[in-house]
Structure formats: structure tokens, C-alpha cells
Antibody
Framework: QVQLQESGPGLVKPSETLSLTCTVS????????WSWIRQTPEKGLEWIGY???????NYNLSFQRRVTISVDTSKNLISLKLTSVTAADTAVYFC?????????????WGRGTLVTVSS | DIQMTQSPSSLSASIGDRVTITCRAG??????LNWYQQQPGKAPKVLIY???NLQSGVPSRFTGSGSGTEFTLTINGLETEDFATYFC?????????FGQGTRLEIK
């Protein structure tokens, strides 16, 4: 059974870089797109971007200049880096697998990790 | 970006009721519309994908319909575990966007 687990610091200072990792266990990263999605009470669910096993990524322009998503297929890891964070980046961050065989949807999610931006 | 608008924002219903949630897209998303259920403190779980396809393991009381810009999620015969928040999401084009959610509460 494939599982996703987000990990990383729960507290980040303003202007610093938020770094999270998603570990994929019980299956392979191959043949799927992997997204980061965040959730806040104010804005709800926001798609940050996705990456494919090749390393090809697509980002939400709302985060374009600040975000990098990378993949390590040898370790089954997907990483998120978000620079120059502010309090508005305080959110629960999810990694999610996207089915792309014939239709595109998020069929598997991690439990999410709360990141608070505060000094 | 394609804006997704759900209605109502919240809904009270009783066990056994039939409820319908609507999702409207700012422009056509063809049939690329997915529905998720989220329990408090948990990740969203897909119920319906591509407008009307029931995800494996999801009870048949959940049905989706619509196309283009207007979609509905119907739950026939509410059960206790259905009281949760529901989101629509378009996968027609990036950036993927979600509705603001509909909170379904017990009356």
C-alpha cells in the first residue's frame, strides 16, 4: 500500500526558506505526477505545483518566483522549497499523487504537515 | 486561473437525507472536475473524478454530474460518516484550482 509522508520544520522565520520532504513508501515514484498543495482557512486549498519523475516541473504562477519542487527517484522523495516566506505562507502542506492515466485527479494524499511562519 | 465557486458554503442535513452541492467554473473545464471529501484534521479523499466517475472504494450513494461550467455532487441517503467538508477541483488546466468548500453538518 503506497503511503505519503510529509516532513520538515514546523516553524520557519519570516524571510527564510520553507523546506519540506515527501517520502513515498510502498511504491514507486515512476509514472505519476507529484504535487504540493497547501491549505489555509483564508484561501482554502491551493495547488503549488507538480513534478514528474524526469524532473520536469510546473508551478502555480502565484508561487513561481519562490518555489522549487524536486524529485529524487532513487530515494522516493519529493521536495518543496519556498523562499522568502511570510505569515501568509502559514498553512498545512500536503503532498499528493496525481493519476494521469486517462483523467487527472489526486488519488493519494499525505496526512499533511503544519508549517507556521513566525519569528 | 479558473475560479471555482461552490454553493452552498454550508449545509445542514439529517441522516438519510439527499443533498446536492453545486460547483461552478469560471469557464468551461469540459469534464475535468473532481470531488473530494475532507474530514477534520485529515487529508482530502477523492470521491468522484472526471465529473461522474466513482473512485474505487467509494460508496455508490455518491454521484457526480454536469459538464462545462456547472457540476453537482449528490449524496443519496446520508450516513454519519458523510458529515464532512466537500471540495471540487478542476484539472482542466494548471494552475489547478479548488472550490472554497461546502461544510456538511448534522441537523
Amino acid at each position: 500500500q503506497v503511503q505519503l509522508q510529509e516532513s520538515g520544520p514546523g516553524l520557519v522565520k519570516p524571510s527564510e526558506t520553507l523546506s519540506l520532504t515527501c517520502t513515498v513508501s510502498g511504491g514507486s515514484i515512476s509514472s505519476y505526477y507529484w504535487s504540493w498543495i497547501r491549505q489555509t482557512p483564508e484561501k482554502g486549498l491551493e495547488w503549488i505545483g507538480y513534478i514528474y519523475r524526469s524532473g520536469s516541473a510546473n508551478y502555480n504562477l502565484s508561487f513561481q518566483r519562490r518555489v522549487t519542487i524536486s524529485v529524487d527517484t532513487s530515494k522516493n522523495l519529493i521536495s518543496l522549497k519556498l523562499t522568502s516566506v511570510t505569515a501568509a505562507d502559514t498553512a498545512v502542506y500536503f503532498c499528493a499523487r496525481e493519476q494521469t492515466t486517462s483523467q487527472w485527479f489526486f488519488d493519494l494524499w499525505g496526512r499533511g504537515t503544519l508549517v507556521t511562519v513566525s519569528s | 486561473d479558473i475560479q471555482m465557486t461552490q454553493s452552498p458554503s454550508s449545509l445542514s442535513a439529517s441522516i438519510g437525507d439527499r443533498v446536492t452541492i453545486t460547483c461552478r467554473a469560471g469557464r468551461s473545464v469540459d469534464n475535468s472536475l473532481n470531488w473530494y471529501q475532507q474530514q477534520p484534521g485529515k487529508a482530502p479523499k477523492v470521491l468522484i473524478y472526471a465529473d461522474s466517475n466513482l473512485q474505487s472504494g467509494v460508496p455508490s450513494r455518491f454521484t457526480g454530474s454536469g459538464s462545462g461550467t456547472e457540476f453537482t455532487l449528490t449524496i443519496n441517503g446520508l450516513e454519519t460518516e458523510d458529515f464532512a467538508t466537500y471540495f471540487c477541483q478542476q484539472s482542466y488546466s494548471t494552475p489547478y484550482t479548488f472550490g472554497q468548500g461546502t461544510r456538511l453538518e448534522i441537523k
